[in-house]
């Protein structure tokens, strides 16, 4: 190299973050088949009239009642001359409405306590620690089941139940990230600025805090769908005839030895989903994890 000539940057220091994430991830492919799969089912979910026979519910196959999967049926009919297929497709609607909805409450009880715990540290903190421990303490199966009893189960009960026992999970990823951000230079500056701690919170601890909070919430929908199906398998989730995974596993119980589809399928829909979101969300943790930048 001739003497002044200007040092040109490795190509892979000119690479943004998001490009390295993405390499991560991509290079998962537990976590790619997850996303793919997830994908499908929530497409399956939003568009199911398009490639369904009829609604979830309609009794159209009464002569047809507990017929084996085949060419016409493909995942069989149920005792009620229901099409099975529709009503796999159309729990696959419940779960995940469910498991976002709760995800997105559980967000918006952990982001906040989580900055404060994290940012003011002292009293605060061991306040909302010992907050946390006590829920961590109960059951969530058993509290939803006493408050399913009280209100009556449905889906709001379930989301609130769900958030209840969700937001603390991604209270303690939010609050790590605030406190490896409370001595940062940009934090000091806005300090020594005289901005005030909600507007530091707000303006730029959150926003740089957007990987775990993403992640919290991916991981949270498989813990709430799994509890609507356990509500569900109860009798104190999703009331008939809105169909429900949980609902048709306790259902395909009393036909297990006979119609083997009544319990398979269902059972296989929720395993499927639940994995694939797990997946999903373990490859975005390893991808957005900031130790593993530039790798």
Not at 125 to 139: A, K, L, T
Not at 153 to 176: D, K, P
Not at 274 to 283: E, H, K, M, P
Request: with cysteine; proline share 6%; charged share 10%.
């Amino acid at each position: 190299m001739e003497t002044g000539a200007l040092a040109v940057p490795p190509a892979h220091t000119q690479h943004s973050p998001a490009y390295f994430a993405w390499r991560r991830f991509s290079a998962n492919k537990a976590a790619v088949t997850g996303g793919v799969v997830l994908a499908i089912i929530m497409l399956a979910a939003i568009f199911a009239p398009l490639f369904t026979k009829s609604a979830p519910d309609a009794q159209l196959y009464l002569t047809q009642s507990l017929a084996f999967p085949s060419a016409e049926f493909w995942f069989g009919v149920d005792d009620l001359g229901r099409d099975f297929f529709t009503r796999i497709v159309y729990g696959a609607r419940v779960s995940l409405l469910i498991g976002f909805a709760a995800a997105t409450c559980s967000l918006l009880i952990g982001i906040p306590i989580g900055a404060i715990a994290g940012y003011f540290g002292g009293r605060v903190d061991w306040f909302i620690m010992r907050i946390i421990e006590i829920f961590s303490v109960v059951p969530p199966l058993l509290a939803a089941m006493l408050l399913g009893a009280l209100a009556g189960g449905g889906f709001f009960t379930i989301i609130v139940v769900a958030s209840l026992f969700g937001w603390f999970g991604v209270c303690l990823l939010v609050r790590a990230q605030v406190k490896s951000f409370r001595e940062k230079e940009f934090v000091r500056a806005a300090q020594a600025l005289g901005a005030s701690p909600w507007y530091i919170l707000r303006r730029h601890v959150i926003p740089n805090s957007l990987s775990p909070i993403i992640v919290g919430f991916v991981l949270s929908v498989p813990g709430a769908m799994m509890l609507e199906a356990s509500l569900s398998f109860l009798g104190i989730g999703v009331a008939p005839p809105t169909p429900s995974w949980g609902q048709m596993i306790n259902v395909g119980i009393n036909f297990m030895f006979f119609y083997w589809h009544m319990a398979v399928f269902p059972t296989a829909a929720l395993a499927i989903t639940v994995l694939a979101t797990t997946l999903f969300g373990d490859g975005l943790r390893d991808a957005l994890d900031p130790t593993l930048k530039g790798r």
